[in-house]
Nanobody, 119 residues
C-alpha cells in the first residue's frame, strides 16, 4: 500500500506565501507524474500544477507566475510554493501521485490540506 501525506496548509493574508509538501511512502517502485489539485466549496476539483518524473511542469492559468511545483525524487516528495496568494486560492489542496508498485500502476491521493487566504 502507498500513502501520501500532505502538510503546510494554513491561514494567510492576501499577498502572502505558503509552501505545501506531499510525501509518498509505502511499497513504491517508481513514481511517474505528481500533481496538486484543489477544491473550493461548491466547485469541482481542479488541477493546479503537475510535474512529470523528468521535471517538466504544467500549471493552471490562474496560478501561472505565482505558484511553483517541484519534486525531490530521492524523498518521493512533491512541493507547491504559493506566492502572491489571493482569496480565490482558498480551497482544500490535494496531492496526487501515479505510483508503480511491482506490476501495479495506480493513482493515489493525499487526504487534503486546507489553505485559507483572507482579504
Amino acid at each position: 500500500q502507498v500513502q501520501l501525506v500532505e502538510s503546510g496548509g494554513g491561514l494567510v493574508q492576501a499577498g502572502g506565501s505558503l509552501r505545501l509538501s506531499c510525501a509518498a511512502s509505502g511499497s513504491i517502485s517508481a513514481i511517474n507524474d505528481m500533481g496538486w489539485y484543489r477544491q473550493a466549496p461548491g466547485k469541482q476539483r481542479e488541477l493546479v500544477a503537475g510535474i512529470a518524473s523528468g521535471g517538466s511542469t504544467n500549471y493552471a492559468d490562474s496560478v501561472k507566475g505565482r505558484f511553483t511545483i517541484s519534486r525531490d525524487n530521492a524523498k518521493n516528495t512533491v512541493y507547491l510554493q504559493m506566492n502572491s496568494l489571493k482569496p480565490e486560492d482558498t480551497a482544500v489542496y490535494y496531492c496526487k501521485a501515479n505510483v508503480i508498485s511491482g506490476w501495479i500502476r495506480k493513482d493515489y491521493w493525499g487526504q487534503g490540506t486546507q489553505v485559507t487566504v483572507s482579504p
